[in-house]
Nanobody, 125 residues
Framework: QVQLVESGGGLVQAGGSLRLSCTASALAFDGYTMAWFRQAPGQEREGVSYSSWGGIMRGYADSVKARFTIKTDKAKNTLYLEMNSLKPEDTAVYYC??????????????????WGQGTQVTVSS
Protein backbone atom coordinates (compact mmCIF):
# COMPACT_ATOMS: atom_id res chain seq x y z
CA GLN A 1 0.00 0.00 0.00
CA VAL A 2 1.46 3.31 -1.10
CA GLN A 3 1.29 6.01 1.52
CA LEU A 4 1.95 9.67 0.83
CA VAL A 5 2.40 12.42 3.41
CA GLU A 6 2.71 16.08 2.37
CA SER A 7 4.23 18.91 4.36
CA GLY A 8 5.55 22.42 3.83
CA GLY A 9 2.42 24.42 3.19
CA GLY A 10 1.75 27.74 4.86
CA LEU A 11 1.01 31.43 4.47
CA VAL A 12 3.28 33.53 2.26
CA GLN A 13 3.10 36.94 0.65
CA ALA A 14 2.81 37.35 -3.09
CA GLY A 15 6.20 37.01 -4.71
CA GLY A 16 7.44 34.68 -2.00
CA SER A 17 8.49 31.05 -2.11
CA LEU A 18 7.55 27.75 -0.49
CA ARG A 19 8.77 24.19 -0.83
CA LEU A 20 6.33 21.34 -0.47
CA SER A 21 7.50 17.85 0.39
CA CYS A 22 5.80 14.50 -0.12
CA THR A 23 7.28 11.52 1.66
CA ALA A 24 6.32 8.25 0.04
CA SER A 25 6.46 4.65 1.13
CA ALA A 26 9.45 2.68 -0.11
CA LEU A 27 7.84 1.30 -3.26
CA ALA A 28 6.37 4.53 -4.50
CA PHE A 29 9.19 5.54 -6.77
CA ASP A 30 9.75 2.23 -8.53
CA GLY A 31 7.87 2.43 -11.81
CA TYR A 32 5.60 5.20 -10.61
CA THR A 33 4.66 8.60 -11.89
CA MET A 34 4.41 11.18 -9.14
CA ALA A 35 2.42 14.37 -9.38
CA TRP A 36 1.24 17.47 -7.59
CA PHE A 37 -2.34 18.65 -7.82
CA ARG A 38 -4.14 21.58 -6.24
CA GLN A 39 -7.70 22.44 -5.44
CA ALA A 40 -9.00 25.88 -4.62
CA PRO A 41 -12.37 26.37 -2.89
CA GLY A 42 -15.23 25.82 -5.30
CA GLN A 43 -12.93 24.65 -8.08
CA GLU A 44 -12.00 21.30 -9.53
CA ARG A 45 -8.74 19.62 -8.66
CA GLU A 46 -6.15 20.48 -11.27
CA GLY A 47 -2.80 19.02 -12.20
CA VAL A 48 0.19 21.21 -11.43
CA SER A 49 3.22 19.11 -12.26
CA TYR A 50 4.36 15.51 -12.75
CA SER A 51 7.61 13.57 -12.70
CA SER A 52 8.55 10.02 -13.60
CA TRP A 53 10.25 8.07 -10.87
CA GLY A 54 13.71 8.75 -12.26
CA GLY A 55 13.01 12.36 -13.02
CA ILE A 56 13.57 11.88 -16.75
CA MET A 57 10.06 12.93 -17.68
CA ARG A 58 8.67 16.09 -16.11
CA GLY A 59 5.95 18.51 -16.98
CA TYR A 60 4.07 21.51 -15.72
CA ALA A 61 0.75 23.22 -16.16
CA ASP A 62 1.06 26.44 -18.14
CA SER A 63 -0.01 28.46 -15.11
CA VAL A 64 3.09 27.43 -13.12
CA LYS A 65 5.77 27.01 -15.79
CA ALA A 66 9.00 28.87 -14.99
CA ARG A 67 7.82 29.40 -11.40
CA PHE A 68 7.47 25.88 -9.99
CA THR A 69 10.01 23.05 -10.05
CA ILE A 70 9.30 19.40 -9.29
CA LYS A 71 12.09 17.23 -7.95
CA THR A 72 12.47 13.67 -6.74
CA ASP A 73 14.95 12.36 -4.19
CA LYS A 74 14.88 8.58 -4.36
CA ALA A 75 17.32 8.23 -1.48
CA LYS A 76 14.84 9.99 0.77
CA ASN A 77 11.70 8.65 -0.94
CA THR A 78 10.59 12.24 -1.24
CA LEU A 79 8.95 14.34 -3.92
CA TYR A 80 9.31 18.11 -3.79
CA LEU A 81 7.55 21.07 -5.34
CA GLU A 82 9.56 24.27 -5.20
CA MET A 83 7.27 27.23 -5.73
CA ASN A 84 8.65 30.67 -6.51
CA SER A 85 7.06 33.99 -7.45
CA LEU A 86 3.85 32.88 -5.79
CA LYS A 87 0.62 34.60 -6.70
CA PRO A 88 -2.68 34.86 -4.83
CA GLU A 89 -4.23 32.60 -7.46
CA ASP A 90 -1.85 29.83 -6.35
CA THR A 91 -3.82 29.62 -3.09
CA ALA A 92 -5.17 26.08 -2.76
CA VAL A 93 -4.81 22.78 -0.99
CA TYR A 94 -1.93 20.96 -2.66
CA TYR A 95 -1.96 17.18 -2.99
CA CYS A 96 0.72 14.68 -3.80
CA UNK A 97 -0.36 11.68 -5.87
CA UNK A 98 1.12 8.52 -7.33
CA UNK A 99 0.31 6.37 -10.36
CA UNK A 100 1.84 2.96 -10.98
CA UNK A 101 3.21 3.27 -14.47
CA UNK A 102 4.51 6.02 -16.71
CA UNK A 103 2.36 8.96 -17.67
CA UNK A 104 3.08 12.16 -19.52
CA UNK A 105 1.25 15.40 -20.06
CA UNK A 106 -0.53 17.55 -17.51
CA UNK A 107 -1.70 15.05 -14.90
CA UNK A 108 -5.36 14.21 -14.54
CA UNK A 109 -6.79 13.27 -11.14
CA UNK A 110 -8.58 10.23 -12.58
CA UNK A 111 -5.22 8.65 -13.51
CA UNK A 112 -3.91 8.60 -9.95
CA UNK A 113 -4.92 6.07 -7.36
CA UNK A 114 -2.81 7.09 -4.40
CA TRP A 115 -3.20 10.43 -2.66
CA GLY A 116 -1.83 12.31 0.29
CA GLN A 117 -3.97 14.23 2.74
CA GLY A 118 -3.12 17.64 1.29
CA THR A 119 -1.38 20.73 2.58
CA GLN A 120 -2.75 24.28 2.51
CA VAL A 121 -0.91 27.00 0.63
CA THR A 122 -2.19 30.54 1.09
CA VAL A 123 -0.69 33.47 -0.81
CA SER A 124 -1.66 36.92 0.40
CA SER A 125 -1.68 39.96 -1.87
Amino acid sequence: QVQLVESGGGLVQAGGSLRLSCTASALAFDGYTMAWFRQAPGQEREGVSYSSWGGIMRGYADSVKARFTIKTDKAKNTLYLEMNSLKPEDTAVYYCAAHRGLLSGVPKPSDFGYWGQGTQVTVSS
